[in-house]
């Protein structure tokens, strides 16, 4: 890899870069447009936007340094670079349902402290450090592509370019929760192993209904891991 460009492909002209902090508004533009508006978790429970906090703890992965960007590089003079994807991924270690649990509890019964509840049973239930003996796993928080450049492989190719810099920083283990069909659909195409499902029926609050209802197709949350 040299300096923040990562892979280019010039038959469609769309590069993979790191996102740097300087990003910040433009990568969230683009999520509060691409991703939020479909995301599961989101769209299945009230309110259907998303928890400011929600946005606060995704776009702090940044500062990791693990996290890409697709941008369509423009050729006609005067125009700026349009970002096509997004994936966000930080660390997580052995004692990541604790800290889930702990900033669910702290969080409450807000949109995203339901969510974080969510995530930590599902980091407990998982156990992919435990399970794979590793200390350290680095965890995909949020991949979404601008829905005018699907079918163009470029969350494939995000995730491809992601598992090349975990490796280059150290990382033994990748790891992702799926919330959407779609997500799950494409790990399960690149290989990666299936360890934890959580069906959204039957997740339920005190009072015996879901949580989290998504519209179809999306009836799960599925965990992935790869070694790296």
Not at 28 to 46: A, V
Not at 142 to 148: G, M, R, S, T, Y
Not at 209 to 222: A, Q, R
Request: proline share 4%; with cysteine; net charge negative.
């Amino acid at each position: 890899m040299t300096g923040n460009k990562v892979q280019e492909n010039e038959a469609d002209n769309v590069e993979i870069r790191r996102i740097q902090l300087s990003d910040h508004d433009e990568v969230l533009h683009f999520l509060r447009t691409h991703f939020y508006r479909e995301e599961p978790l989101t769209i299945g429970s009230e309110p259907k936007e998303q928890d400011k906090e929600d946005e606060k703890f995704n776009m702090s992965q940044i500062a990791h340094g693990t996290s890409l960007m697709a941008v369509t590089e423009s050729t006609a003079g005067g125009k700026r670079d349009r970002i096509a994807g997004v994936l966000l991924s930080g660390p997580t270690s052995s004692n990541e349902a604790e800290h889930l649990f702990e900033e669910a509890a702290r969080l409450g019964p807000t949109k995203w402290g339901k969510a974080l509840q969510l995530l930590a049973c599902t980091a407990r239930d998982s156990n992919v450090c435990g399970r794979y003996n590793v200390a350290k796993t680095l965890y995909i928080h949020i991949l979404a592509v601008d829905a005018e450049m699907r079918g163009r492989a470029i969350a494939a190719r995000l995730i491809e370019e992601v598992k090349k810099l975990g490796r280059q920083v150290g990382y033994p283990l990748m790891t992702v929760d799926c919330t959407s069909y779609y997500s799950a659909r494409l790990c399960e195409r690149l290989g990666m192993e299936c360890i934890n499902v959580v069906q959204y029926e039957n997740y339920l609050d005190k009072e015996g209904k879901p949580v989290f209802s998504p519209p179809p197709p999306h009836d799960c949350l599925k965990t992935f891991a790869i070694r790296l």
